[in-house]
T-cell receptor, first 114, second 114 residues
Framework: AQSVAQPEDQVNVAEGNPLTVKCTYSVSGNPYLFWYVQYPNRGLQFLLK??????LVKGSYGFEAEFNKSQTSFHLKKPSALVSDSALYFC????????????FGPGTRLSVLP | EAGVTQSPTHLIKTRGQQATLRCSPI?????VYWYQQALGLGLQFLLW???????NRGNFPPRFSGRQFPNYSSELNVNALELEDSALYLC?????????????FGDGTRLSIL
């Protein structure tokens, strides 16, 4: 069975500092990994995905994520945080080339302090 | 391209009533997923429909049901409403047989039970 863990419920960072939101996963086959962001009273917005290839994936709004197969991790990063980045972030995994089930992590609330 | 649309935006019901929530997927997407998100918390998977069939179901009682129509739109029905059903209900769509594609979410229906 596939699973996703986000070990931090809350991450606080000062504006202008780099941010990292952590995600680890477990799947049987090849992992397809996704990051989403959710602003208050909105649905989830897709940020980026890892399918294959380069371990560093670039996405929307200056976010990037680093895939590490040996550590089964897919951490979300941004070099310089903005107050507007404050939101709820979800990591998700889909298992294999024909996996239909998406599994979402519990979410991490990011607060960027001015 | 139009995104995933959900209606109504807000729905207020009383205990014991029935609620119907609707979702229109992105054009070309045949899969529709339903999630429940209690206030500020993670996503709980409810149902997955594809090509008119229920493909998977989360750990919810039978009073949560739904269907998918020939045009791939979907509705979620919740019978015998309870106070704990108050939540944001999110719909997502995707192409199920293309594993590297993300789910795309609507902005949800906020269901409040009085």
């Amino acid at each position: 069975a596939q699973s996703v863990a986000q070990p931090e419920d809350q991450v606080n960072v000062a504006e202008g500092n780099p941010l990292t939101v952590k995600c680890t996963y477990s799947v049987s086959g090849n992992p397809y990994l996704f990051w989403y962001v959710q602003y208050p009273n909105r649905g989830l917005q897709f940020l980026l995905k890892y399918i294959t290839g380069d371990n560093l994936v670039k996405g929307s709004y200056g976010f990037e994520a680093e895939f590490n197969k040996s550590q089964t991790s897919f951490h979300l990063k941004k070099p310089s945080a903005l107050v507007s980045d404050s939101a709820l972030y979800f990591c998700a995994v889909r298992d294999g080339d024909y996996g239909q089930n998406f599994v979402f992590g519990p979410g991490t609330r990011l607060s960027v302090l001015p | 391209e139009a995104g995933v649309t959900q209606s109504p935006t807000h729905l207020i019901k009383t205990r014991g009533q029935q609620a119907t929530l609707r979702c229109s997927p992105i054009s070309g997407h045949t899969s529709v997923y339903w999630y429940q998100q209690a206030l500020g918390l993670g996503l709980q998977f409810l149902l997955w429909y594809d090509e008119g069939e229920e493909r998977n179901r989360g750990n919810f009682p039978p009073r949560f049901s739904g269907r998918q129509f020939p045009n791939y739109s979907s509705e979620l029905n919740v019978n015998a409403l309870e106070l704990e059903d108050s939540a944001l209900y999110l719909c997502a769509s995707s192409s199920p047989w293309v594993g590297n594609q993300p789910q795309h979410f609507g902005d949800g229906t906020r269901l409040s039970i009085l």
